[in-house]
């Protein structure tokens, strides 16, 4: 059906056919190191359950990558949410595993939000 169409017309679609096995991949190695070198140094991380935060929060970054590379290299506005839900992510994450204090954390936000509206502005 959409052979009839001409390509640019075509309606375009994001691979999703690797991204799940290297996404999971990933996770597991991460989560591998961090706790071999938990195991290997006698340290431990105290809320060690904020790398599960991690997992949604590369999810997401892969995502908007993959936007990112199947519009040409171009950041679009569908490429925006899933960066900035991933960054978000990614930086609440860094806060507990690292024990940081959110009254010191908290300009990260508003660095985030600006630098994505940065990329927002010079993509238009």
Same mark, same amino acid.
């Given at each position: 059906? !959409?052979? !009839?169409?001409?390509? !640019?017309?075509?309606?375009?679609? /994001? $691979?999703?056919?690797? $991204?799940?096995?290297? &996404?999971?991949?990933? %996770? &597991?190695?991460?989560?591998?190191?961090?706790?071999? %070198?938990?195991?290997?140094?006698? $340290?431990? /991380?105290? !809320?060690?359950?904020? #790398?599960?935060?991690?997992?949604?929060?590369?999810?997401?970054?892969?995502?908007?990558?993959?936007?990112?590379?199947?519009?040409?290299?171009?950041?679009?506005? @569908?490429?925006?949410?899933?960066? /900035?839900?991933? &960054?978000? &992510?990614?930086?609440? @994450?860094?806060?507990?595993?690292? =024990?940081? =204090? +959110?009254? @010191?954390? +908290?300009? #990260?936000?508003?660095?985030?939000?600006? %630098?994505?509206?940065?990329?927002? $502005?010079?993509?238009?």
């Amino acid at each position: 059906m !959409n052979e !009839n169409l001409p390509p !640019n017309e075509r309606p375009t679609e /994001i $691979s999703r056919q690797r $991204s799940p096995a290297w &996404l999971a991949g990933a %996770v &597991l190695i991460i989560f591998g190191v961090i706790f071999l %070198v938990m195991n290997l140094t006698g $340290s431990s /991380i105290e !809320n060690w359950w904020a #790398v599960f935060i991690l997992i949604p929060a590369f999810g997401s970054l892969a995502t908007a990558w993959r936007i990112h590379q199947s519009s040409g290299g171009r950041f679009t506005p @569908a490429a925006r949410g899933p960066l /900035i839900g991933g &960054l978000i &992510l990614l930086t609440v @994450a860094s806060v507990f595993l690292f =024990d940081l =204090d +959110w009254g @010191a954390i +908290w300009p #990260v936000f508003l660095i985030v939000i600006g %630098v994505v509206a940065l990329f927002t $502005s010079l993509s238009r």
